[in-house]
């Protein structure tokens, strides 16, 4: 059978941006800005963004087209002992699906709670407590796993590209009416300054540079599996480049708007910002029930999540069940459900114990996630950098400069390397 590919560049390029922005967008970079010396924390972010965050992009679309494969394939065709690195990166997306979709489940609950008025009376914290590691959990995350299945069964075009035309315009058209209400409430002012105030000294820091890279990495989607497929299902006549430029600004200025939205509404109703969960779970929904219309806007707060999430999870699954289609000739359906129930029995701990949760999402974003990105790389470098740049340049509507191959050779996996060691060492 001939192997999938987009509709049309506005699918693939609207699929991209669904999959790089999703929680790491609007619950994780606000904060780590907010930490990391604010206005201060884009420097680091936007250098490597344009150094190596859209070459990551093209790198890994360009594996991906070239060799008409995921990870699985593209992996075994440049290296030894390919095959298995490519397991290995399926395996982390199952690991990173597991975790991410118990988050997307709470988020689906509190949703639900907006429309049935729970959210009005409860006290946030006690409800999170409730539901964080319950087996209530449980059953949402499996409903956000069976919806993914659903959408990714359905196909490249008919499934994903389609759910993500219209996720996508929903999302921004939600991003920016949620924005606009959050910095024009009372002291909005005060939590802009929180956010943006910057504090050149933490810039100096190398913890601040790694913090910037994996978050980025992760931001974008570049782990060596999701784009690589996403790459698979270009043609020779798409646009590599520039589409790389505009996933990037995408899912930037949705993350930095985030913090417009998310931080002017906690500051304005004096609530301490928390850290981690509680941003989104407990201090959030304390400012909807003090805010006039509060609930409703939660309610879009929480759709715009759910947006956001589930356009990256088809993209989590599509990279396992790809895998599943061309080496085990399995249908699309039946490796949909099976891999989606796979990932439920790999992610149901999670929903159970806090520090299952923990070791399984650090182990796949921090500790081997990174490496898929490096492994990609020298898979594409491996297959011979001047024929990378031809495949680059196919289709292209821009000119790449020829300093993107030494770049690529050289500069990108050095860069990896480096930050992905100073993490270890800088603690
Ligand atoms: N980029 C997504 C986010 O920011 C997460 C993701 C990682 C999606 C890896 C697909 C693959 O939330
Ligand atoms: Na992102």
């Given at each position: ?74 992996f ?24 991410y ?27 999170f ?62 939590g ?31 782990l ?109 359906k ?55 740049y ?16 030494p ?21």
């Open positions: 059978m001939a192997r999938e590919t987009w509709g049309s560049r506005v699918g693939f390029v609207a699929a991209s941006i669904g999959s790089a922005v999703g929680l790491g967008n609007i619950w994780m970079f606000p904060m780590r800005a907010g930490l990391y010396g604010g206005a201060a924390f884009l420097v680091p972010y936007l250098v490597l963004l344009f150094t190596v965050g859209v070459v990551g992009l093209t790198v890994e679309w360009t594996l991906g087209r070239s060799t008409k494969g995921g990870p699985i394939e593209a075994a065709k440049a290296l030894p002992g390919g095959k298995y690195l490519g397991i290995l990166v399926n395996i982390i997306m199952i690991m990173i699906f597991a975790f979709s118990l988050v997307l489940g709470w988020i689906l609950r509190y949703f639900i709670a907006t429309l049935t008025g729970e959210l009005t009376k409860a006290n946030p914290g006690a409800f407590d409730a539901l964080a590691f319950s087996k209530e959990a449980l059953l949402w995350q499996f409903i956000v796993i069976a919806i993914t299945v659903g959408i990714v069964a359905m196909g490249v075009q008919k499934g994903i590209e389609r759910a993500n035309k219209i996720m996508m315009p929903a999302l921004f058209v939600l991003l920016i009416m949620l924005t606009i209400r959050s910095v024009t409430l009372p002291n909005a002012y005060e802009l300054k929180f956010y943006l105030l910057p504090d050149w000294s933490k810039m100096m820091s190398g913890k601040t540079w790694m913090i910037a890279l994996s978050q980025m990495f992760f931001s974008l989607s570049v060596g599996t999701t784009m690589v497929v996403y790459g698979s299902y270009l043609k020779e006549s798409d646009d590599i480049p520039l589409s790389a430029i505009a996933t990037a600004f995408g899912d930037t200025a949705v993350a930095v708007t985030a913090g417009f939205l998310i931080f002017p509404a906690v500051f304005s109703f004096g609530v301490e910002p928390t850290a981690g969960p509680g941003l989104v779970f407990v201090t959030l929904p304390m400012v909807f029930q003090k805010m006039p219309g509060g609930i409703f806007f939660g309610m879009l707060f929480f759709l715009l999540l759910i947006f956001a999430g589930l356009s990256s999870t088809v993209s989590m699954l599509e990279v396992y069940v790809d895998s599943a289609i061309t080496k085990l000739n399995m249908s699309r039946n490796a949909s459900v099976l891999l989606g129930l796979a990932t439920f029995l790999v992610g149901a701990p999670s929903a159970l114990s806090p520090s299952y949760f923990d070791w399984i999402a650090n182990i796949s974003t921090v500790y081997i996630g990174p490496l898929g990105a490096l492994i990609a790389a020298l898979a594409l470098i491996r297959l011979g950098i001047e024929k990378a031809e495949e680059l340049r196919k289709g292209a509507l821009i000119e790449v400069p020829e300093a993107w191959k770049w690529v050779k050289y500069l990108y996996p050095i860069v990896i390397i480096v930050i992905y060691i100073s993490q270890f060492v800088l603690g």
